[in-house]
């Protein structure tokens, strides 16, 4: 009989927890608003607890303490999320299950998710997943391994060309003002225009310039990674014509530079929306469990 | 009795080649102008058939094709060097060695090198190396792998912001025009103020906007890789005047966004002059050939 896992998504609004083997095999699945950390937290392990798990997968939103060596491993940093701040999520974890347990950024484990579960990805050297919506953030894997590094990637801030003249826009990022996610979050497009993102039509010109930008980020990606695979979602991303876009301005922008057939392709494969959907998260925490486990 | 290794590192215009056992022991060592590929690699392999090796590192100029599934594995693809296009360098030496053999790219050989020799770089998750010179590059180890992916990385081509009242330089690459490489390579210095980059003098304006770059390029590098330490090597780093402009610079930029102390110091163990020296890709291609055979 294969093992049991356990998974949790933890949002800035909702938090997913869920029981399982694999994408095909859920046995429990759980969602509720993210309130203050002590009632959410209980809720995840009351959940938790009611099975017979072999490891648990932590993912929570960021950004995240997660230097092993650190006093404060396992916990969220500095965050705007009020009572957030030096939240310990390891640490209430570990005072209540005697289990493995991995932990790591929601979006590294999305990226994680997309690696680990899907036949396609599973032998790439490197994928890398961004998601664009009210934030914007990056995970990469390489090596089969979660890129953290010094911290762990930030990839919603590089800095990205902006053309003053055509968009006039100032950025929405509290501390770069225009850095790729001041310029293209779902509050900048919303704010720019005027109105919620979501509600723009398919043929605005909105897409166009959020393809750009993008594309923009994409092509720093490419060059300092060179990834195998790049993996779009979020909430932005559930708007399909802008794949095309970015697809294109991509090819028109690296300009023949790097001699890779993919470039000559329509990328179709290359930059695409998540094989899981909207669960490379939550299957991510539990392919973190899974892994973490002696083969 | 410990074995002995060779080393090629190939530059646009000169060959390096050295054999030994490491840093502090080096045996024999030879350098020759960058001639046609046939003249070249008969050098270097001549050089190399003198010594009982037990495995060689090549480490020659790109782009090169580093797909092991590809036909033309080994081999520099398109170059504005005349006759290198699709020179197999690989093949060359397969043909006349019967022993392993590493080939990756001059930068990458540096990166590796310094990860590889020095004990204060052996213990990291990842490290960058850029070499800044005539050409810009970029060479990544992360979970003590080379970082190769669809291609390999060229982080020269990133884009970083242009102020083009503060600087008109319309930059000098002829693919992408002012990306990092186009306004940062030592050709752009010399263009923009019409002498040799060398030649300017230590408190000359050109240093500033030269960080500037750096600084925006290594803000992309640590937003998206998160490296635990970075390297600058290459022709325009030998002013080192550049490196507390650019370590002030970089801190700045990230506005206090990433949540580690060590940007809160002066960074002087974080961006760092290459350990190795000058011979940062000698080494690398040596330490290439040490760690190829099965431990």
């Known amino acids: 009989m294969h093992k049991l896992y356990g998974g949790m998504e933890g949002g800035g609004t909702k938090f997913v ?4 083997r694999g994408p095909d ?3 429990a699945e759980t969602r509720f608003p993210t309130a ?3 009632e959410t937290l209980d809720q995840a392990v009351a959940f938790f607890k009611k099975y017979p798990l072999a490891a648990i997968g932590l993912a ?3 950004p995240m303490d997660l230097n092993p060596a650190s006093l404060g491993y396992g916990s969220i940093t500095a965050t705007p999320k009020p009572g957030w701040s030096n939240a310990d999520i390891l640490g209430r974890f570990r005072s209540q299950f005697d ?3 991995a932990i790591d950024l929601d979006v590294a484990a999305a990226a994680f998710g997309e690696f680990f579960w899907l036949p396609e990805n599973q032998g790439l050297e490197s ?3 961004f998601t664009i919506g009210t934030g914007i953030g990056a995970g990469s894997i390489i090596h089969g391994k979660v890129v953290h590094g010094l911290t762990h990637p930030e990839g919603g801030h590089i800095r990205i060309p902006h053309d003053w003249k055509k968009d006039p826009f100032t950025g929405t990022c509290p501390f770069h003002g225009d850095c790729f996610e001041g310029l293209a979050n779902g509050p900048a497009i919303a704010k720019r225009w005027g109105q919620p993102a979501e509600s723009l039509p398919a043929d605005h010109p909105a897409w166009e310039l959020e393809a750009t930008y993008i594309a923009h980020a994409l092509n720093s990606v490419i060059y300092l990674i060179s990834p195998q695979r790049i993996v779009l979602g979020g909430g932005v991303m559930q708007q399909p014509q802008l794949f095309p876009l970015i697809r294109q301005k991509v090819r028109e922008e690296l300009n023949g530079y790097i001699p890779s057939p993919v470039f000559n392709s329509t990328m179709e494969g290359y930059i695409v929306p998540p ?3 909207k669960r490379s998260g939550i299957l991510g925490a539990m392919a973190m469990a899974k892994n ?3 083969l």
């Open 99 to 101: 289990l493995p347990l």
């Open 127 to 129: 994928l890398v997943y």
């Open 292 to 294: 973490f486990l002696p």
């Open 17 to 20: 927890c869920a029981v399982g």
């Open 275 to 277: 094989g899981l959907g």
């Open 36 to 38: 203050m950390p002590d």
């Open 25 to 27: 095999e859920i046995i």
């Open 60 to 62: 929570p939103f960021g």
